[in-house]
């Protein structure tokens, strides 16, 4: 018997033709031609997709789940992605809202090779959440950037990392910026006695961010940033795969750009390979909403075959007051990663502020979490 994963999509449509829309994209989403044209009985039977169901949601939205061929995939993280909604991401009236893969793409891509539970052994963190800032804002040169680390790490951070803006640009250049952040973590590392991670940002093509991790390794470096829709989830896939070494923590950048559910994308930066995975947490500067966050953490840490959990970080726009809130919403498997909040106060205060923050997570009560 053919192996197939089942993708669930939301259509609008009327009762009428939703049959047929289904069908539509079934074919669309497999052979990409009329079926009248294919000619052999074992792409009919094995190749095509199969519609398995259709489910009426109200308002004129139906729930469809189409079953395709696991063979198609070839364990691609790109693939994938061309397979589950590849040419159907261009009807706006179509959105991706899950994927049951069979056992054999789960082994075949692996998921996190260090995940939360190896960040939490690099951070030596046990029993408490991880915690975490960025290095903003654009614009600065390497040594201020360098600076801003040292003050962050002063405070007892488990990571420092690059905002997702910082790339190789001509004020911060990559080959100098990185040097001089991973020196200035290690010296207040080496005052603090605590682990803290410099993760800087990859960026480019393929070519470039394999230099990139060059350098970072040669810095004593083994965890970094990237953002897979831009970069490419077949990168962030590869990268993993070839640097097991180097944790990945993955930016959402430009994933809220297609109708795709950010429960399902989260799920599927775990499956490629993400250590940890940053979103927008609730009441924050996006429009994340409870439940969708409590859904994308879940898609993160919850059992997915053999898969390790990988690493919830919410963020965007949070501040210390809410630090309780988050431990008590999240638990300990996460890390709250708090960037401008921090940077507001003064930079002789930096590190204080810094050290406020740490010690919020580190005394908090997670035996009062109910999750």
Known sequence: MTSRLNVSYRIRADARSIEERACNIAIEQSVEMPLVAVREASILADIVGQVSRIADRGDGWFDVDIALAAATVGADAGQLLNMLF???????????????????????????RNGLEGLRRRAQAKNRALTGSALKPQGLPPEALGELAFELALGGLDLVKDDHGLADQAYSPFARRVPACAKAVRKAAAITGHP????????????????????????????????????????????ARAHPDFAFLTHPAMSGAARVSPVLFARLLRLFGADGAVFPN???????????????????????GDLPPSAPVPAGGMTLPRVPEMLRFYGKDAMLLIGGALLSAPKENLAAATASFVRAVAEHDYGKIDA
């Open 196 to 239: 803290t991670r410099y993760a800087p940002s990859l960026s480019g093509h393929f070519g470039q961010i394999e230099k990139q991790l060059v350098l970072a390794r040669e810095e004593g470096i083994d965890t970094v940033l990237i953002a897979p829709a831009i970069a490419g989830v077949s990168t962030l896939q590869g990268l």
């Open 86 to 112: 590849g040419n159907s991401s261009l009807h706006e009236d179509v959105v991706l809202r899950d994927v049951r893969l069979p056992p054999e793409l789960l082994r075949a891509f692996g998921g996190p």
């Open 282 to 304: 609730h009441g924050g500067r996006f429009g994340y909403s409870e439940a969708v966050c409590a859904d994308i953490a879940a898609a993160l840490r919850d059992p997915w």
